[in-house]
């Protein structure tokens, strides 16, 4: 047997109940937001495919917290909890079966935003995009059909969204404190524990809340202040 590696992820009650009464737990076809999520998901797929064995040719991954700071997860605080976090289990992968990114540089993948490999190389991009037009919006609008009509299509445009493509193989790594994951299978096995999060005056397994100042925290701002010296 390989190394074990802990990893925690947040589900609802149904999760938790097929979970225990099938065995294991697999991510369906109902859960996937193809409008909204469908760019990113593809990427997700394609990186996964070449790297963690499908052995039960599940379709779609489980998402699961792997670090994050001193910790697996964030820690709770006060706040509203995440609708359909239901529940906390904690279980157990070999590092083989686990695709694992940067959570700060998967927030490039969400806005279609380039990762830089240092100053000079984020500088030059910008100045390209500020040289065919391009603004983030525009980026956006690549990804997300389900808040954009449409696109531009012009070559200098589609060469930049491929490239931008290609920054995102950037974002799997493991040197990073905040790493998330993607499992195809939990099985009963593998369980260490489940708690039931029923504290209402509590977030559970999220840092993407707003905060007092009606903003979110800013992770690609973090991204570079932490890796562009």
């Given at each position: 047997?390989?190394?074990?590696?802990?990893?925690?992820?947040?589900?609802?009650?149904?999760?938790c109940r097929s979970l225990i009464c099938k065995g294991y737990l697999e991510c369906g076809e109902k859960h996937i937001d193809r409008e909204k999520s469908g760019y990113v998901y593809e990427w997700v797929l394609e990186k996964m495919q070449e790297s963690v064995p499908n052995l039960y040719n599940a379709p779609w991954p489980v998402w699961c917290w792997a670090r994050f700071k001193n910790g697996v997860c964030p820690p709770r605080h006060r706040g509203e909890p995440v609708d359909g976090f239901d529940v906390k289990i904690t279980f157990h992968k070999e590092e083989k079966d686990i695709f694992l990114t940067d959570y700060r540089r998967f927030s490039f993948l969400l806005n279609n935003t380039y990762i830089p490999l240092n100053k000079e190389d984020k500088t030059a991009f910008d100045k390209r995009l500020e040289a065919a037009r391009i603004t983030a919006e525009d980026l956006k609008a690549y990804i997300r059909p389900d808040r954009y009509k449409s696109h531009r299509t012009d070559?200098?445009?589609?060469?930049?969204?491929?490239r931008i493509r290609d920054s995102f193989d950037r974002c799997v790594t493991t040197d990073s404190?905040?790493?998330?994951?993607?499992?195809?299978?939990?099985s009963l096995e593998d369980v260490e524990k489940i708690e039931f999060l029923q504290d209402k005056d509590y977030t559970c397994g999220s840092f993407n809340y707003r905060r007092k100042n009606g903003k979110r925290f800013d992770w690609i701002e973090d991204y570079y202040k932490k890796y562009l010296h």
């Open positions: 047997m390989g190394i074990q590696k802990k990893l925690i992820t947040f589900q609802t009650m149904d999760a070559r200098e445009y589609l060469d930049i969204c491929r404190d905040v790493l998330q994951g993607c499992v195809w299978r939990i």
